[in-house]
T-cell receptor, first 113, second 120 residues
Framework: DQQVKQNSPSLSVQEGRISILNCDYTNSMFDYFLWYKKYPAEGPTFLISISSIKDKNEDGRFTVFLNKSAKHLSLHIVPSQPGDSAVYFC????????????FGEGTQLTVNP | GAGVSQSPSNKVTEKGKDVELRCDPI?????LYWYRQSLGQGLEFLIY????????KSGLPSDRFSAERTGGSVSTLTIQRTQQEDSAVYLC??????????????????FGPGTRLTVL
């Protein structure tokens, strides 16, 4: 039962353009969502989060949007840079699941110079 | 301060042997998590420690897996009689608060670099 899904295993964009990574979830009890970035041979690094009381959170070039009715969130990176090339994981938690995170499968982002 | 550290970074073992993986969380973090990432998969929750409370073991895949957290700090994940399907990257994470003190922004989990386990 995959409660958090990232349907695109990979995404390729040009430097300077917008990258949009998508994530869908099925568990309506999830109320806190996070994006992590992972480089090869390293652990995931926290990027940005959003609680269910908001629909947008922005931090520099990174913006996360949450559409609760659609159970969908997205991460926008503008402008994309080659150093952003990594695997991006969407994760969710909810009060009934404790603080454990449920992760999506990840999306490999490649930003081409 | 120092981040989450894990050792060893790589472990190759033979099927049937026992292995121990170690995690040192960020100082002062009360909650500690173990996840694993199999090839081509997302991160899979294994076990969660919060302070002195009984751990949440609901993610452990079999009774060959166990974990301890001594003194509320260092944790070891033990896999007995390893099988080839145990091959994965095992990741540890810590956070300042767990369920007991949940507030927005404090649930962020900080991950270690992982231990890549290969069972031949």
């Amino acid at each position: 039962d995959q409660q958090v899904k990232q349907n695109s295993p990979s995404l390729s964009v040009q430097e300077g353009r917008i990258s949009i990574l998508n994530c869908d979830y099925t568990n309506s009890m999830f109320d806190y969502f996070l994006w992590y970035k992972k480089y090869p041979a390293e652990g995931p690094t926290f990027l940005i989060s959003i609680s269910s009381i908001k629909d947008k959170n922005e931090d520099g070039r990174f913006t996360v949007f949450l559409n609760k009715s659609a159970k969908h969130l997205s991460l926008h990176i503008v402008p994309s840079q080659p150093g952003d090339s990594a695997v991006y994981f969407c994760a969710a938690s909810g009060r009934t699941s404790g603080s454990r995170l449920t992760f999506g499968e990840g999306t490999q982002l490649t930003v081409n110079p | 301060g120092a981040g989450v550290s894990q050792s060893p970074s790589n472990k190759v073992t033979e099927k049937g042997k026992d292995v121990e993986l170690r995690c040192d969380p960020i100082s002062g973090h009360t909650a500690l998590y173990w996840y694993r990432q199999s090839l081509g998969q997302g991160l899979e929750f294994l076990i969660y420690f919060q302070g002195n409370s009984a751990p949440d073991k609901s993610g452990l895949p079999s009774d060959r897996f166990s974990a301890e957290r001594t003194g509320g700090s260092v944790s070891t994940l033990t896999i007995q009689r390893t099988q080839q399907e145990d091959s994965a990257v095992y990741l540890c994470a810590s956070t300042r608060r767990g369920l007991a003190g949940r507030r927005w922004g404090t649930d962020t989990q900080y991950f270690g670099p992982g231990t890549r386990l290969t069972v031949l």
